[in-house]
Structure formats: structure tokens, C-alpha cells
DNA sequence: TGCTAAATAT
DNA sequence: AATATTTAGC
């Protein structure tokens, strides 16, 4: 209703993404008669949810809900665009492949649109990318996450990149096999049901499968002991926020992720131990934090976006003037 | 000795 | 998995 003027975008094919309940959507789209049009609304919709998925991916354990709402939509909404797609093409004969072409024509004549680029400015960052992108058959962009790449456990089979991706796969065969999406969401639903956890138990996000750390410069070992060097330990926050925070992550998990050869699980529970513990005496804020914070034990170091280490490695080089100021606490 | 980090036990 | 206890380094 209010969304009513958005749809309005005949042959202009504007981004056209106004939150808006799928019911909503499909019934404001149901007043469009030109499929095509149909099609780029739904586009714009798919890429929309796909990247709000991947915002909240990181709070996957907060959110459990949030995630199935949100992929269930994204289901919807890729039958709807398939089914519109298959009328098309049995109705005009016309491969997608004419059609993709026409759109990608209109999409490179909006990139340089402001105005365009404006509508998904409420996140700041990548979602102007995501619809001009839709349309070409760009291979390149490996860094393009969606949908299906994070339902992947890390140690099952990836389904192969060219079927994982949304828009590659629309360029190549016109649109996702709705088969595979529902594969991954009954691997996704039933991800955490057979390990003792209530929850959705997502064990990897797209994030967690990209994350390749950096050799370790420092020593780690002490006389026998395990040592916990910042650099080490700043490896360890990084893991432990990219599984969802401190109350969360488990040890064998951030041992996984952290991937430093010898570390056991002992040794990540008991510096987890330390660290909750150390924690728990802050501004509980602190503890709960997930993704930018000042780390409590190294106040001076402050954690950037996870997924570049640089961030907080390199800060640390002056460690061990923080870790004497913990004595001062009581 | 006391304090803490790390390891180990429950 | 969480908590408690022990060991050991400074």
C-alpha cells in the first residue's frame, strides 16, 4: 500500500526494495502486469533478504527465528521469481537468456544512477552492488556470499560455487534450482537438533569458511606450557566472535577455527575459563558484545570486523603493558 | 609468599 | 560444558 508508488517502475527498473511483508509483496505484485518487472522486484528482494541474512548470520544463536523467518521468505520469494520466469519463457517461447540480456543493458544504465545508489544506502555498504551485479553473468566476484554459501557446515561437501551462487546460476540456467535451496534449508533446520544443543546449532557461516588466519609471528609455548600470546589470544577473540560471541562458542569450535597446529581443547576451555571469567568482572556490556569492542583483556586493542585480522594482530605489539594492568583490578 | 596462568579434575 | 582444584612460574 504505502509500496504501492515503488512498484511503479515500468520499464525504468529501478531498485524497488521497501521492507514489506512477503504476503504485501506478492499482493503489490500481482497489480504488475509486466513480468519482467516482476522479476527485477523480486530480484531486488531476493539480494535485499540474502544480505540481511548475512548481517544477521553473526547473531544466528540470538536470532534463531529471525534466520528461518528470513530464509523462508527467501524461499518464497525464489519460487515466486521462478515460476514468473517459467511463465515467460512458455509464453513467449523466449529463452531467459534474451531477457537477461535486455536487463543487464538497463542495470549497467543505472549504475551510474546516485539516486539508486541512494535507496540502499541504510546499511552503508555493499547492497548497491547486489542488484546491478544480478544481472551479469559476472564469475569473477568470488566474494559474493549468498544464501546457500553459509548453510554449509564446514565439513560437509560445498555444494559447488556454481550452483551456490544466486546470480551466477540465474545467468547460467535462469534461476537457482529451488531443489537446492530446499536442500539446504532442511540441512539448515536440522543442523542443530542432533548434538545436544536446543538451537539451531549453524556450526560455520560464509565468514568462517573465509577466514584464513595469518601464520603466528609470536612464541606460544612457555617451558612446557601453553602460552597465551596476544597475538595468539587475539586469534582466539577473533574465533570466538565469528561463532557468535563469548557465551556462545564452544572450545572445540574455536579451536577449529583458529586452526593452530597442537592447540587442544583443553587449552582454549581453560583460557575460555579465564577470559568468561575475566570478563564477567566488566560493565556486562562488554561480555556481550559481538562484533566491535575494545577487548577487556587488552583494552588497547580494539577488534575490528573479524574477518580482517590485520585489525587486531598488528595492534599487538605492545601486549604485555596491558596484561600487567589486570593485577591492578582489585 | 601471594598472585596468576595454565593444566587437570570433577 | 561449566566449575573447581591443582600445579607451576614469576
Keep these: 500500500m504505502a509500496s504501492s508508488s515503488s512498484l511503479e517502475l515500468n520499464l525504468s527498473l529501478k531498485p524497488s526494495y521497501v521492507p514489506k511483508t512477503i504476503a504485501n509483496l506478492l499482493k503489490d505484485l500481482s497489480h504488475v502486469d509486466n513480468a519482467s518487472d516482476k522479476l527485477a522486484v523480486l530480484n531486488d528482494y531476493i539480494n535485499q533478504h540474502e544480505e540481511e541474512l548475512n548481517s544477521i548470520v553473526a547473531f544466528k544463536r540470538q536470532l534463531p527465528q529471525c534466520m528461518l523467518l528470513l ?35 538497463h542495470c549497467e544504465e543505472e549504475q551510474t544512477d546516485i539516486s539508486v545508489a541512494k535507496k540502499y544506502d541504510c546499511k552503508g555498504k555493499s547492497l548497491m552492488k547486489s542488484s546491478p551485479q544480478l544481472w551479469n553473468s559476472n564469475c569473477e566476484n568470488k566474494e559474493e556470499k549468498t544464501f546457500i554459501d553459509f548453510i554449509q557446515a564446514p565439513n560437509q561437501n560445498p555444494i559447488p560455487f556454481k550452483e551456490s551462487t544466486f546470480n ?20 539448515f533446520a536440522s543442523a542443530g537438533t542432533n548434538n545436544g544443543h536446543s538451537g539451531l546449532n549453524l556450526r560455520a557461516d560464509n565468514r568462517t569458511l573465509n577466514y584464513h588466519p595469518r601464520p603466528l609471528t609470536q612464541p606460544i609455548w612457555k617451558n612446557n606450557r601453553r602460552s597465551w600470546s596476544p597475538e595468539l589470544h587475539a586469534r582466539f577473540v577473533e574465533a570466538l566472535n565469528l561463532l557468535g560471541g563469548i557465551g556462545v562458542a564452544t572450545p572445540k569450535q574455536i579451536k577449529e577455527v583458529m586452526q593452530v597446529e597442537g592447540l587442544t581443547n583443553d587449552q582454549v576451555k581453560s583460557h575460555l575459563q579465564k577470559y568468561r571469567l575475566h570478563c564477567r568482572r566488566l560493565p556486562e556490556n562488554y561480555a556481550k558484545c559481538l562484533v566491535k569492542f575494545p577487548d577487556p583483556w587488552h583494552p588497547q586493542i580494539y577488534y575490528g570486523d573479524p574477518l580482517s585480522p590485520e585489525d587486531s594482530d598488528e595492534n599487538n605489539s605492545n601486549p604485555e603493558g596491558s596484561l600487567s594492568k589486570k593485577s591492578s583490578r582489585t
Excluded: H, Q, V, W
Excluded at 520466469?85 to 540480456?101: C, I, V, W
Excluded at 551466477?168 to 540441512?187: N, P, Q
Design 168 to 187: 551466477l546460476s540465474l545467468a547460467e540456467k535462469g534461476c537457482i534450482s529451488t531443489e537446492i535451496i530446499r536442500k539446504s534449508y532442511s540441512r
Design 71 to 105: 530464509m523462508e521468505a527467501l524461499g518464497t520469494l525464489k519460487d515466486e521469481f521462478m515460476s514468473i520466469k517459467n511463465g515467460m519463457e512458455s509464453e513467449t517461447g523466449r529463452p531467459l537468456m534474451d531477457f537477461l540480456a535486455i536487463k543487464r543493458k
